[in-house]
Nanobody, 121 residues
Framework: QVQLEESGGGSVQAGGSLRLSCAAS????????MGWYRQAPGKEREMVAA???????KYADSVKGRFTISRDNTGNAVYLQMNSLKPEDTAVYYC???????????????WGKGTLVTVSS
């Protein structure tokens, strides 16, 4: 089993910044990718940004140029730096880990509990 713990959510005005952190623990050796996903009220969960281990980084078109995902040297943590936040970025943000088809939330095997990001206009 893998445990994922997120931190760093909160409330910010439009144009502001937040940094999310996700720490993985447990049997992480089978994980091939980690990423951030979000789910707004009434909408499906979607990929925001993800790192494929030993491969590429992917971003949703809606966050390119504003958000940056990074992974620490231990490989056990990922971060999401969110700049120029917009009200439409408001959602619960989840850390996910698992397979390499990172654009599909269904392909991820493990999830954190989520952290709420609220952006006011």
């Amino acid at each position: 089993q893998v445990q994922l713990e997120e931190s760093g959510g909160g409330s910010v005005q439009a144009g502001g910044s937040l940094r999310l952190s996700c720490a993985a623990s447990g049997n992480i050796f089978g994980i091939r990718a980690m990423g951030w996903y979000r789910q707004a009220p009434g909408k499906e969960r979607e990929m925001v940004a993800a790192v494929i281990f030993g491969g590429s980084i992917k971003y949703a078109d809606s966050v390119k140029g504003r958000f940056t995902i990074s992974r620490d040297n231990t490989g056990n943590a990922v971060y999401l730096q969110m700049n120029s936040l917009k009200p439409e970025d408001t959602a619960v943000y989840y850390c996910g880990a698992g397979g390499v088809v990172v654009t599909s939330p269904d392909a991820q095997d493990y999830w954190g509990k989520g952290t709420l990001v609220t952006v006011s206009s």
